[in-house]
C-alpha cells in the first residue's frame, strides 16, 4: 500500500466501514496517523500507525412510535422483519410518523446510531414480506455491499392481469417518467439498469400468478416491469391503469377484485451471507391473508370454467 492516500488505506484496514464513513472521521480527526489528524488525500509509504477512536452519533431526528413488529429473526447482528400492507418504511414529506423506521427504533433504540436506522433496502407501502434490517454499522457495511454485489437472493409473488404463456426476463432501465415525475417508467436514457426474472406459479381464466426474482433493486422495479410487458400487477393503480372486469369472473371473485386496493405483491424469500458468521442463511413466509383470498377465489373461478 505504499504511495496509496490516506483514505485508500483506511478502506482497507477497516473494511468492516463504509469509504464514505471513514472519509468523515478522517476530516473529523477521528482516524490519526501517528497520533496526528492528516487530509483524506495524503499519502502513506509503510510503518505508519492509523488509530481510529470514533463514537456512534445519531443519524436522524426520528421519534420512536411503538408499533407491532413481526419479527422473523433477530440476534445481536441483524433483524428480519415480515413487513405489513399499508405500512410505510422510511420518513419522508408527508410521512414523518407511523413508518416502520419510527417502530424499530422503539423495538431498538440503539438503531439511531445506524443510518436510516439499519435499513438497507425497502419495500413499498403496500407491497408486504421480508426485509432485512442491520443492527451494527459493520453489519450495515456488509449488507449495503452485499446489495451492491447483487448476492442477496429476493423472491417475491405476485398477481398479474392477464394470461401468461411463460416465464422470462425482463430488462430494461428505470428512470423517472418522462411527462408523470411521480411515477417510474422504463426508459431509452438516464435509468439505471433493472432486470427482473419470473415464472409462471398458476394460470385462471383473466389472470396469473407469478414468481419473481430481483437481480436489481429499483424504484418500483417489478410493478414498472410487470406494466411495461402488459401484465401489470392486480390491484396497482399507478402503473396497471383502470379496473377491468375480467370475464367469467364470479360475484365473490369480482368483489375480491374490486375490494383488493393495494399491489398483489409480497416478498416471499430472503436469503444472504449473514454479515458475522459468513454463512447463507435464508427466510420464508407465506403470502398474506387478502392475497391468499383472491388467489383462492381465482383457483375456484378457474375450476368452475374447466368443469
Known sequence: ??????????????????????????????????????????????????????EAEEQGEWLPEAMDLDIVYEDNHIL???????????????????????????YCPELINIPRAGIVHRLDKDTTGLMVVAKTLIAHTDLVGQLQERSVSREYEALVQGIMTGGGKVVGAIGRHPSQRKKMAVVKTGGKEAITHYRVL???NAHTHVRLKLETGRTHQIR???AHIQFPLVGDVTYGG??????????????????????????ARLGLIHPNSGEYV???????????KLLDNLIADSKAESL
Open 1 to 54: 500500500m505504499s504511495g496509496w492516500r490516506l483514505d485508500q488505506v483506511a478502506a482497507e484496514l477497516f473494511a468492516d466501514y463504509s469509504r464514505s464513513r471513514l472519509q468523515i472521521w478522517i476530516k473529523e480527526g477521528a482516524l490519526k496517523v501517528d497520533g496526528k489528524p492528516r487530509k483524506t488525500r495524503d499519502k502513506l509509504y509503510g510503518g505508519e500507525m492509523l488509530s481510529l477512536n470514533a
Open 80 to 106: 428480519v422483519i415480515n413487513k405489513s400492507a399499508d405500512l410505510v418504511v422510511h420518513p419522508a414529506a408527508g410521512n414523518y410518523t407511523g413508518t416502520l423506521l419510527n417502530g424499530l427504533l422503539h
Open 202 to 204: 398458476g394460470r385462471f
Open 224 to 226: 414498472v416491469h410487470m
Open 242 to 267: 383502470r379496473f377491468k372486469i375480467p370475464k367469467g369472473a364470479s360475484e365473490t371473485t369480482l368483489e375480491c377484485l374490486k375490494g383488493f386496493s393495494r399491489q398483489a405483491l409480497h416478498a
Open 282 to 292: 435464508e427466510w420464508s413466509r407465506d403470502r398474506p391473508d387478502d392475497m391468499q
